[in-house]
């Protein structure tokens, strides 16, 4: 069965730094996504990524965050300069379609810890 | 805005219970509910999916339920077993990009 896979499974990166999460969504797939859920807390919506753009974005998505789709199968979620609060689980999913009945396909996450 | 709550946060039961898990959520206007089931550091697995427009959804052992008036859902598992034990997820779905997340329901099930 098909299924969504991100690189790597666990960074660790120290503050300041830039980091680059890697995904690769189900092939045949046209909507991303990017979720983050620090630990003990809520899974939380980052981004979400159609046709070579955003299409919606949190408030949590300020300008240290930045996502790509650089090739036709990899989905990259950056962040330019790592802080602390930064530290969590990192979700990328895909979706085949839009609408009430659009399932989002997750992958098992990238571990960040910021030290 | 939307806010999706989970009860109870924990739930240890024997093998063979059936069992509740409840969602609710603050505003009507939604597109889907679904379904999720979360392993110790391991991604999310969709369980059930269900419609603005239906009332309940059923997969194996599994039935979710939605009262979108009452802005209710709940997830039944039917004579649970030790490998239903994981954190089971809600999220709505407002018509946006986004799924919004509840915190969870974590059930242990022991022999």
């Known amino acids: 069965e098909p299924e969504v896979t991100q690189t790597p499974s666990h960074q660790v990166t120290q503050m300041g730094q830039e980091v680059i999460l890697r995904c690769v969504p189900i092939s045949n797939h046209l909507y991303f996504y990017w979720y983050r859920q620090i630990l003990g807390q809520k899974v939380e919506f980052l981004v979400s990524f159609y046709n070579n753009e955003i299409s919606e974005k949190s408030e949590i998505f300020d300008d240290q965050f930045s996502v790509e789709r650089p090739d036709g199968s990899n989905f990259t979620l950056k962040i330019r300069s790592t802080k602390l609060e930064d530290s969590a689980m990192y979700f990328c999913a895909s979706s085949g379609r839009r609408g009430p009945t659009d399932t989002q396909y997750f992958g098992p996450g990238t571990r960040l810890t910021v030290l | 805005k939307q806010e999706v709550t989970q009860i109870p946060a924990a739930l240890s039961v024997p093998e063979g219970e059936n069992l509740v898990l409840n969602c609710s959520f603050t505003d009507s206007a939604i597109y889907n509910l679904q379904w999720f089931r979360q392993d110790p550091g391991k991604g999310l697995t969709s369980l059930l999916l269900?419609?603005?427009?239906?009332r309940e959804q059923t997969s194996g052992r599994l039935n979710a339920s939605l009262d979108k008036s009452s802005g209710r859902s709940t997830l039944y598992i039917a004579a649970s077993q030790p490998g239903d034990s994981a954190t089971y997820l809600c999220?709505?779905?407002?018509?946006?990009?986004?799924?919004?997340f509840g915190t969870g329901t974590r059930l242990q099930v022991f022999p």
């Open positions: 269900i419609q603005s427009s239906q």
């Open positions: 999220a709505v779905s407002g018509g946006t990009d986004k799924l919004i």
